[in-house]
């Protein structure tokens, strides 16, 4: 064992939301390590931003730094159901409090430029150096860490979980817990050549639905897209193959996705992750919390990864400064983070659980913005949830909602199909 480190808050992992926190926490006078167990540049997936992570990187200081560093940008999303024909696309709206763009990043690249952004603000850094262990007590909590080939002691006044769907204090100190239904599987990888749509719609997030589930594409940078089939359970047990030979045969069952792909070459591996949605309770303990993946994961359609990680790492920070402030580190002291986490949350759970509805996507493929709607959706999947809610978007999340409701009623009148994919 070497010499052991000394750290007001010990983040554990880099992404988004690990380096984010780690940067509010720094500048407000924290000492800061962050212990990541991979090298960066590392391949991640989540490529899609919402428009409120711009607002969040101008916080840190690097939204100059994103916007000339060469993204594709992305002005919407695009919906396609192979079953109906039936195409539509969602622009994001002005007069908000993000821009009515985001963009399309290689997550290796943008994970990189944010913990950067990190150490520049004063975080020490540590890499590769997987935490082996915690030990919490009443004046802070000891890790043991892997680091240049032996372990070395880290202690801190804090902890903050930021390692993603690995949970390391989540399967340590908490529990988590499948969301019923969405034990989707999805596989995927970057495209060399693969169609573009020209114009303002070049970098429009695409979404693919048919019958085994549904298809991200999303265009990036340098003429690679990135393209991912989340597939249903069912799909997936039947299948006796190789990942490999089921991803190439779910872009032959699609074929949205098989024709913008006929002149286009694989340039990765094919990725595989599994058991698409959980939450994990409780997030708030004794000195620690948990922000981000580590937190919950929410079925990836909507493209709110990042932006779940970077805003929950805000009010994480927000809430740890306070604490050191008053010093006060028990779990009851930050309740209100973890109330503020669940309500915007919440919202994303209820679009997905509705998403898998025939009858809620019969309305959400032929919009209209009856009493704000629309809007009232749009403001959600921009990152809306975690600000104030105003009464109006309330008011057209409540009538949408029961608009999808009625839809399903209309449905089982005329015999149609009305079960939820879900159960899939």
Not at 21 to 47: I, Y
Not at 69 to 96: D, M
Not at 159 to 179: C, E, H, N, P
Request: glycine share 10%; aromatic share 12%.
């Amino acid at each position: 064992m070497t010499e052991t480190l000394m750290y007001d808050v010990a983040v554990i992992g880099g992404g988004p939301g690990g380096s984010s926190v780690a940067t509010h926490l720094a500048r407000a006078g924290l000492r800061v390590g962050l212990f990541e167990r991979e090298v960066f540049p590392r391949f991640h997936v989540g490529e899609s931003l919402m428009p409120a992570v711009m607002v969040m990187l101008e916080r840190l200081g690097v939204r100059e730094r994103v916007e000339t560093t060469g993204f594709q940008i992305k002005y919407g999303a695009q919906f396609l159901q192979q079953e109906t024909g039936l195409e539509t696309t969602f622009y994001f709206q002005p007069g908000r409090a993000w821009p009515v763009y985001s963009y399309q990043v290689p997550r290796a690249e943008f994970d990189t430029l944010l913990l950067d952004n990190a150490r520049q603000q004063g975080v020490a850094i540590h890499q590769p150096a997987p935490v082996a262990s915690v030990d919490f007590d009443d004046t802070g909590a000891t890790l043991v860490v892997d680091e240049g080939g032996g372990q070395r002691t880290v202690r801190a006044r804090f902890v903050v979980d930021a390692s993603g769907r690995d949970g390391f204090l989540a399967t340590r100190l908490g529990r988590r817990q499948r969301i019923p239904n969405l034990g989707k599987v999805a596989l995927f990888g970057h495209f060399k050549g693969a169609e573009r749509l020209s114009g303002k719609e070049e970098g429009n997030i695409r979404v693919y639905l048919f019958d085994d589930g549904w298809f991200w594409w999303i265009p990036l940078a340098g003429d690679i897209t990135s393209v991912g089939a989340v597939l249903h359970a069912r799909t997936m047990r039947a299948w006796e193959g190789s990942p490999e030979d089921c991803y190439a045969e779910m872009i032959r069952r699609c074929t949205g996705v098989a024709e913008g792909l006929k002149r286009a070459q694989l340039i990765t591996p094919v990725h595989r992750a599994a058991n698409f949605a959980y939450k994990t309770r409780p997030i708030v303990g004794d000195r620690f919390l948990m922000i981000g993946d580590a937190v919950a994961f929410v079925d990836p359609i909507f493209s709110g990864g990042v932006y779940i990680a970077m805003r929950t790492a805000e009010l994480a920070a927000e809430a740890i400064t306070v604490a050191f402030a008053k010093n006060r580190f028990t779990a009851r002291y930050f309740a209100r983070y973890e109330r503020r986490v669940w309500a915007g949350l919440k919202p994303f759970f209820k679009f997905i659980h509705k998403y898998y509805e025939p009858g809620f996507l019969d309305l959400f493929m032929k919009p209209k913005n009856v009493l704000g709607s629309v809007d009232s959706v749009l403001n959600v999947l921009s990152g809306g949830s975690f600000l104030k809610m105003t009464w109006k978007t309330r008011f057209g999340l409540a009538f949408l909602f029961n608009a999808a409701r009625m839809a399903t009623w209309r449905r089982r009148r005329a015999g149609k199909p009305i079960e939820s994919r879900l159960e899939w």
